[in-house]
C-alpha cells in the first residue's frame, strides 16, 4: 500500500510538472507569433525618403497656374452714381405673361438653343441672384453680361424657381427672362435641367475684336 501511494504522489508530479511546461511553451509560442506580426507591420511602413533617394527634383517651369473663376458674380457694394449706370438696360416690373422656358433670336433659333444644351460651351461664370431685389438684381445683370462677354458668350443664371415668393408667383424669374429675352445682347437662353426652372444658361453676341490689339 504505501509503494502504490507513492507512486500516486508521483504520478500527480509529474503531471504538475507537464502542465507547467505546457503553459511556458504555450506562452512563448504567442509570444513568437506577435513578433512575427511586428516584424511584418514594419515591413509595411512606407518610408518616403528612402524610396525617393536618388530622385532628382523637378526644375520649376515657373508656370502660372490656370485659373477657372468658379465665384458667383455679386453686386458691387457702393453705389454707382447715375452718370455711370447710362449705359444699363432695364425692363418694367410689371407684366402680365409669362416668359418661356426657352428662347432664341438672331435667326439660329433651335441651333442655339441645342449649343447650350450640348455642354460644349465653357460657362465664363454664375450669377446667383438670391437675396436681391428687382432693382438690384437688374444691375448685376448688366454687370454680369459685360463681365461674361470679355471672356466668351455663355454664362449661367440662378433665379430660383420663385415658389417662396408672395402667393407663390416667380416674380425675380419672370423678370430676369424678360430682361434676357429684351437684351440686345442676349441672343438666346434655356433651362439647364429638366426637373429645375430655377436657373438659365445664357449665349450671348460673340465680341469680335482686333487682332492687332
Not at 12 to 31: A, C, F, I, N, P
Not at 55 to 60: C, E, N, Q, S
Not at 158 to 174: C, D, E, Q, T, Y
Request: net charge neutral; hydrophobic share 35%; charged share 30%.
Amino acid at each position: 500500500m504505501m509503494v502504490e501511494k507513492q507512486m500516486m504522489e508521483d504520478f500527480k508530479k509529474l503531471l504538475e510538472t507537464l502542465g507547467k511546461q505546457s503553459k511556458v511553451e504555450q506562452v512563448q509560442e504567442q509570444q513568437q507569433k506577435l513578433a512575427i506580426l511586428k516584424a511584418e507591420k514594419e515591413a509595411e511602413v512606407f518610408d518616403f525618403d528612402k524610396a525617393m533617394a536618388g530622385v532628382t527634383r523637378l526644375k520649376d517651369p515657373n508656370r502660372a497656374p490656370r485659373y477657372v473663376d468658379k465665384t458667383p458674380t455679386r453686386v458691387r457694394s457702393e453705389r454707382m452714381d447715375l452718370a455711370e449706370k447710362d449705359h444699363y438696360f432695364y425692363v418694367s416690373q410689371e407684366a402680365d405673361e409669362t416668359p418661356p422656358k426657352q428662347f432664341s433670336k438672331g435667326g439660329q433659333g433651335r441651333k442655339d438653343i441645342e449649343k447650350l444644351l450640348s455642354g460644349k460651351l465653357r460657362v465664363i461664370s454664375t450669377l446667383d441672384l438670391h437675396g436681391y431685389s428687382l432693382e438690384e438684381a437688374q444691375e448685376v445683370l448688366n454687370e454680369f453680361i459685360d463681365y461674361v462677354r470679355q471672356y466668351g458668350t455663355c454664362g449661367e443664371i440662378i433665379h430660383g424657381s420663385g415658389l417662396g415668393s408672395r402667393g407663390f408667383a416667380p416674380v425675380l424669374k419672370n423678370m430676369v427672362r424678360r430682361w434676357l429675352m429684351q437684351h440686345p445682347e442676349v441672343l438666346a437662353y434655356t433651362e439647364p435641367h429638366v426637373n429645375n426652372d430655377g436657373a438659365v444658361l445664357i449665349l450671348l453676341k460673340r465680341v469680335w475684336r482686333d487682332e492687332t490689339e
